[in-house]
């Protein structure tokens, strides 16, 4: 196990920057790479009340004094490019998809409690598609975890691994919708302000076209906070909540959020106009 032990976030900017450009054209290796575990702590960590705030008001998140369920993994980004940049890891950090998120919630957070977060790079899967990884993170109060969060990536590379057929996912029951909003056209650049995440897919329209996209997308974790905004009044403490990145979100956009009239578990975020889903996911009600 590698580690980085920080008594505070490092910055973020020089890591975001090192992610973006180094090792360009890239530090691409082939099949059979093995990725080391590694480790990023920082202690008495406290949120900003003003970026508290802002992210409220950004992904229409109530004004509990609580911090919103996906902020602490927008707290952690230092330490996550900390584990991304690190001259042990092998892969080009500015290549890697997101491809899904889980996060629990096992107690609230109040906006002033200070925190250590912890965050682990493991479990490597060999696929078709390349190579996915899960980060893990993890925020601490006085030794007991109070919440944490898996995101599932991939860094497209050749690999061994044969293509296979995916197994076709359950279908919902009826959904009903249980929320709907506009993500503006300028809703990538103020979400970029505050998690530091200024990939220019995300910034205009103009800048998304250098990399093959007709408009800038949505950032994959704002639309996946604002759709537990959208199902908080559904959601208790200690809860899950799963999500798995469909389609980018073209800005601007009119969406729904759906819910399955079911079992009140399944969700999906999908265009007004077309249907098509840009997140579908899952609530953990029973989670310890």
Not at 88 to 107: C, D, K, S, Y
Not at 135 to 151: F, I, L, P, Y
Not at 214 to 227: D, P, Q, T, V, Y
């Amino acid at each position: 196990m590698i580690e980085f032990n920080f008594d505070q976030l490092p910055a973020l900017l020089p890591r975001y920057l090192r992610a973006a450009f180094a090792g360009l054209p890239g530090r691409r290796p082939g099949a059979d790479i093995v990725i080391p575990q590694i480790r990023a702590t920082a202690d008495a960590v406290i949120a900003e009340p003003d970026r508290v705030q802002r992210c409220r008001q950004l992904l229409n998140h109530p004004d509990d004094g609580l911090l919103p369920p996906t902020f602490p993994q927008m707290l952690a980004a230092p330490l996550h490019l900390s584990v991304l940049t690190a001259r042990e890891f092998p892969l080009r950090a500015g290549g890697i998809v997101h491809l899904a998120n889980t996060i629990q919630v096992l107690e609230p957070i109040a906006q002033d409690q200070e925190l250590q977060l912890v965050v682990t790079l493991k479990d490597q899967e060999d696929t078709a598609r390349g190579i996915e990884l899960t980060m893990h993170t993890a925020a601490v109060v006085a030794g007991r975890v109070v919440w944490k969060a898996e995101s599932l990536m991939l860094s497209r590379q050749p690999t061994s691994v044969k293509r296979r057929r995916r197994a076709p996912r359950p279908s919902p029951g009826s959904l009903r919708e249980v929320d709907t909003w506009r993500a503006k056209r300028n809703v990538g650049r103020r979400y970029a302000t505050l998690s530091g995440d200024y990939n220019p897919i995300h910034l205009s329209a103009a800048t998304a076209r250098a990399f093959g996209f007709r408009a800038a997308i949505a950032h994959g974790m704002w639309s996946f906070g604002r759709s537990i905004a959208g199902l908080s009044r559904f959601l208790q403490p200690p809860y899950g909540v799963e999500a798995e990145f469909r389609r980018p979100l073209l800005l601007p956009a009119r969406v729904r959020l759906l819910l399955d009239t079911v079992d009140a578990r399944h969700f999906e975020l999908v265009d007004a106009t077309s249907g098509k889903a840009y997140l579908a996911g899952f609530l953990n009600l029973d989670t310890p």
